[in-house]
């Protein structure tokens, strides 16, 4: 009975990343990862050690990332949102991969099919709400749309139904447990994945600066704490991450409160990042020109008696966004690492090296959005906490749908109440 018991649990999964004797892959040792640098580079830093050749690939493609992302932006916002939900796929691709062979999830039938359909029941749900929310004239105006906007909660459950139903009927067994293990996966990794994604997408529309500001933050806490651990590391910072030093963490931190202060500074002055991004009906295309908002307008500011006689100033001209940007950037250099932490625990439990080797010297795409996600939370949260108001032309898109006899009861309230005000006299009232 004994031996019939541990052999079900095996087919279940439950020894899975349980031993640490044996890999999780099969129970062989784990496979020595290849080298994925390109030969190129290769041949060009082979009198290197390997500790210079993996700074200087490190370095060159890391050159290559920032030069791609400042394309994409120059590109515009609707390139940005293809190039999000393409990153989206993509880490949602390599944590499903991850959980498919570390549970040995050859044979479950339907679940590669079941998650990636999961996948999109969740992003036509959010996306419908995006499209409801910022396209809604055009939504209005078409009826398949309208229809569409009108019942899109009800047509979004009735989908992730259908593939709830489907998992039911795919229960096979003796891989009951090994199939809810693979529920679960795919569900954490659409909250985690999905639901960060789309919030990126919010800010953007709240304008590119919350959206570039807080990205290239990370970036730069990221490449600084590495170059500030690799010449004067010393001191382990976490075991998580045995490379990760005190050095590299505190100087991160500074270089990045820096780097947000200009990077701000050079962004507020130009409309096409403060502007939120808004959809013009007229041309049926994206537009960014507003008339800037205070927080990217110039402000004098006193400078405290105690710094006073170390700068010699006493007041000091810069855009409220600025100060704003010291919050970012100071979560994206002390909480931000937290996510990759987070990401170096989770490869750590699975004894695999990286998510995947899209990106030599860097891993998988993963690799590279792990601290991405947790900011774009915060920058969410902060932005519906301290800077969203009550969006007027959105409040009367929406009044301008509803029946006649409605916008006449809200505009009979809303007089009566600018007449109580004093804000309406009687002449006007009349």
Not at 137 to 164: D, M, W
Not at 240 to 259: C, D, M, N, Q, R
Not at 370 to 389: E, H
Request: some cysteine; charged content about 15%.
């Amino acid at each position: 009975n004994l031996q019939e018991s541990e052999s079900e649990n095996k087919l279940d999964g439950e020894t899975a990343s349980d031993s640490e004797s044996k890999s999780e892959f099969g129970g062989s040792p784990p496979v020595p990862t290849s080298d994925d640098t390109p030969e190129v580079l290769n041949r060009a830093l082979s009198n290197l050690s390997s500790r210079w050749k993996n700074w200087w690939v490190r370095g060159i493609l890391t050159l290559a990332m920032i030069t791609f992302f400042f394309i994409i932006i120059y590109l515009g916002p609707m390139v940005l949102m293809t190039i999000v939900m393409c990153v989206q796929i993509k880490c949602f691709h390599e944590i499903i991969t991850i959980g498919y062979n570390v549970y040995h999830s050859y044979d479950l039938p339907w679940f590669r099919t079941l998650s990636w359909y999961f996948l999109l029941c969740v992003n036509y749900f959010f996306y419908g709400e995006t499209v409801t929310d910022y396209f809604f004239t055009l939504v209005q105006r078409e009826e398949p749309l309208r229809i569409l906007s009108k019942y899109h909660r009800f047509i979004s459950f009735a989908l992730y139904l259908t593939g709830f139903c489907m998992f039911v009927l795919s229960l096979v067994k003796k891989h009951y447990r090994l199939q809810f293990y693979m529920f679960g996966w795919t569900h954490v990794t659409l909250l985690i994945v999905v639901t960060q994604s789309h919030l990126i997408i919010h800010n953007l529309f709240e304008g590119m600066i919350w959206f570039i500001v807080p990205i290239s933050c990370v970036i730069c806490n990221d490449i600084m704490a590495y170059m500030f651990g690799f010449f004067f590391g010393r001191t382990p910072l976490i075991k998580l991450s045995p490379k990760k030093t005190w050095e590299g963490f505190i100087g991160g931190f500074f270089a990045t409160v820096l780097f947000g202060l200009l990077l701000s500074y050079v962004m507020s002055g130009y409309r096409c990042f403060t502007c939120p991004v808004e959809f013009n009906n007229d041309t049926n295309s994206f537009t960014v020109d507003c008339e800037p908002s205070e927080l990217f307008q110039l402000q004098e500011y006193n400078i405290p008696l105690v710094l006073q006689s170390v700068v010699g100033w006493k007041t000091v001209r810069m855009y409220p966004f600025q100060i704003h940007s010291i919050a970012l950037s100071t979560f994206a250099s002390l909480i931000g690492p937290f996510g990759g932490f987070f990401a170096s625990g989770f490869k750590r439990a699975f004894k695999i090296k990286d998510f995947a080797n899209t990106i030599p010297g860097h891993g998988g795409i993963m690799d590279r959005f792990d601290c991405q996600y947790l900011m774009a939370t915060f920058v969410n949260v902060y932005i519906a906490s301290f800077i969203r108001g009550p969006n007027p032309s959105k409040l009367i898109q929406q009044f301008l749908t509803l029946r006649p006899d409605q916008q006449l009861h809200i505009f009979n309230t809303l007089k009566a109440h600018l007449v109580d005000k004093g804000m309406l006299g009687d002449a006007e009232d009349a």
